[in-house]
């Protein structure tokens, strides 16, 4: 089968969610486009008015909205945004996993609540349950980090509701900015479980095989219907136009710390997003024998569209560092969950689907359809 890649950027069309027009354009690029036909003015008075009707609605004297945080750097900037600019006063709720943390990742949470002054409650997941659900589920679908990824979409909902702080902010739309099913551009974030990031799974099999309670899974449980009515999830990027390194400025202003003096990961072309521990990124590189690109690639389209690079420079990127994961990543990924690094890598060998790629001489699985610059673009017939 082979792989199609977007005539702007560098996506391919294996991107779960991911469409392509006529044209050969990918639907990341076609939103990034839309932005020109938006009156951002007029949404940012709507989030103004969203503001007012939530500012103090606990009283003077406490919280009126909630974050949900990692304490990246678009972490900062949302609580920049929300605090600084538009004068709320917010709690932020966050989940850190149990992998050792950079030391970037250390200071940057810790930066997030004493450079805004904000109060923090974070969630230190179930050591015993992560460790067997990060096997069963790396082992079974490829997505080792599923039950983390689930609590950092489910436990903010949790606390919202808990603190009676209705207005619950979250950062960008991920299916509508980047390309996925779900991609509809709306400030709701009701739906935030649906984007593919966070997919249910079944609980069952996970309590008969995973050898985990329905009391280790609790907090994964999305709310009722007739609770999340009591909340009202946000997107900010339906009402400012979202820019990764836009964000990053803002908030290295504020104290925010990339890895640049600590790593330089072989399969990220940047410095600074998802850098708080590096067991996590496994799971995210787990992309690449699945579906034949990666993070490198995702941050490459996502550099074209804001008009940095060329395709031409993308491409290139995307062919340094995709099939590259890091050593460090599996290190401390192996080390936490128990594997050998001959373990580890046998999984991953399973997971290389052999539409994409292929076994060469030395037994090693190279790409068949790499992305090149005189690549075959996706032209749909009309």
């Not at 790396?138 to 606390?159: A, H």
């Not at 799974?201 to 609790?218: F, H, K």
């Not at 964000?247 to 710390?257: C, R, T």
């Not at 992309?287 to 290139?316: C, L, N, W």
Request: charged fraction near 25%; glycine fraction near 6%.
């Amino acid at each position: 089968m082979e792989i199609k890649y977007c005539k702007k950027c560098v996506m391919p069309s294996t991107r779960p969610g991911i469409s392509f027009d006529e044209e050969g354009i990918c639907s990341a690029c076609r939103s990034y486009e839309n932005r020109k036909n938006i009156d951002w003015k007029k949404r940012y008075k709507e989030l103004e008015a969203i503001c007012d009707k939530y500012r103090g609605m606990n009283g003077k004297n406490t919280w009126d909205c909630a974050i949900a945080v990692s304490g990246g750097k678009d972490s900062h900037y949302q609580v920049d945004l929300m605090k600084n600019k538009l004068g709320m006063n917010p709690i932020l709720f966050t989940v850190e996993d149990n992998f050792p943390m950079t030391n970037a990742g250390l200071h940057n949470i810790k930066n997030i609540s004493e450079a805004f002054g904000c109060e923090l409650i974070s969630l230190k997941p179930n050591i015993k349950a992560q460790k067997k659900l990060m096997r069963y589920c790396f082992e079974k679908y490829g997505k080792p980090t599923w039950y983390i990824d689930r609590l950092i979409y489910t436990y903010p909902l949790m606390m919202a509701l808990k603190f009676n702080t209705s207005l619950l902010v979250y950062g960008e739309n991920v299916s509508y900015e980047y390309g996925g099913s779900d991609a509809y551009d709306t400030y709701s974030a009701r739906g935030i479980l649906k984007n593919g990031v966070a997919c249910d799974m079944n609980m069952n099999e996970l309590i008969d095989n995973a050898g985990v309670s329905a009391q280790d899974l609790y907090l994964t449980n999305a709310l009722s219907d007739n609770d999340l009515d009591k909340i009202n999830p946000i997107y900010l990027s339906y009402y400012i136009p979202w820019n990764s390194f836009e964000n990053l400025k803002i908030a290295k202003e504020n104290g925010f710390k990339d890895i640049s003096d600590e790593w330089r990961r072989a399969h990220h072309v940047e410095d600074f997003d998802q850098i708080d521990s590096r067991a996590y990124l496994v799971h995210s590189w787990m992309k690449y024998p699945k579906f034949g690109h990666q993070f490198a690639t995702d941050y490459a389209a996502r550099m074209v569209r804001y008009g940095m690079i060329s395709r031409d420079e993308a491409i290139e990127l995307v062919n340094r560092h995709d099939a590259f994961l890091d050593p460090l990543c599996v290190r401390d990924f192996c080390e936490f969950c128990g594997y050998t690094k001959e373990e580890f890598w046998a999984v991953v060998d399973k997971f290389y689907n052999p539409d994409y790629f292929k076994k060469n001489e030395h037994g090693k699985w190279v790409h068949k359809n790499p992305i090149t610059s005189n690549s075959k673009e996706l032209v749909l017939s009309k």
